[in-house]
């Protein structure tokens, strides 16, 4: 199953609400998943099932969408969400990522 | 809290072999399937492989299928992953990952290590 994530890149200031996109080639029902990759750092769990935010990850993220199309927000972005987030689904193996959207504060 | 710590990866010589380690702590891994995931350097990540909480399934990439084994040793809290005849392509830093138990994700993460294929 191939993921795309749209936009690959995006500058957004401090207190923008950010949207990123992630679409399957195929119905993936609500087997979406999305990480969190800082600088340097290991991947970290956000959301999974679409839309259930993981124990500990601020209330300014979250998900939504079902069937083949995916979005993870991020409502007033903060300095330490300069990251890349990734994609996942899980409805079938092999489990396959997204590339990517990096985001940067302006 | 879960910890997980791998080891093992270094430079190697294409079609040579090299084995991984991932160290656990902090939960209890008899009852968790585990993956690695690998990353190339400026790219995402890449599934490689999972093997079930008593090692008896295991699942591969086609990328690696035949040439990497995934393996655990539950009295050690340990993962491994053996890469036999290597390749440029597997460069990467190597991930072990905990799977969700019921779902299919990865809900905790070791930092890496980085495998480097080269003459």
């Known amino acids: 199953i191939q993921m795309t994530q749209s936009p690959s890149s995006l500058a957004a200031s401090i207190g923008d609400r950010v949207s990123i996109t992630c679409r399957a080639n195929q119905t993936i029902g609500i087997y979406l998943n999305w990480y969190q990759q800082k600088p340097g750092q290991a991947p970290n769990l956000l959301i999974y099932?679409?839309?259930s935010l993981q124990s500990g990850v601020p209330s300014r993220f979250s998900g939504s969408g079902s069937g083949a199309r995916f979005t993870l927000t991020i409502n007033s972005l903060q300095p330490e969400d300069l990251a890349t987030y990734s994609c996942?689904?899980?409805?079938?193996?092999?489990?396959?990522f997204g590339q990517g959207t990096k985001v940067e504060i302006k | 809290q879960v910890y997980l710590e791998e080891s093992g990866g270094g430079v190697v010589q294409p079609g040579r072999s090299l084995r991984l380690s991932c160290e656990a702590s902090?939960?209890?891994?008899?009852?968790?399937?585990m993956h690695w995931v690998r990353q190339a350097p400026g790219k995402g990540l890449e599934w490689v492989a999972v093997i079930s909480h008593d090692g008896d399934n295991k699942f591969y990439g086609d990328s690696v299928k035949g040439r990497f084994t995934i393996s655990r040793d539950n009295s050690k809290n340990t993962l491994y992953l053996q890469m036999n005849s290597v390749r440029a392509e597997d460069t990467a830093v190597y991930y072990c990952?905990?799977?969700?138990?019921?779902?299919?994700?990865?809900?905790?993460w070791g930092q890496g290590t980085l495998v480097t294929v080269s003459s």
């Open positions: 099932a679409a839309s």
């Open positions: 990952a905990r799977n969700k138990d019921g779902y299919n994700f990865f809900d905790y």
């Open positions: 902090g939960f209890t891994f008899t009852t968790s399937g």
């Open positions: 996942q689904q899980g409805y079938r193996r092999p489990w396959t």
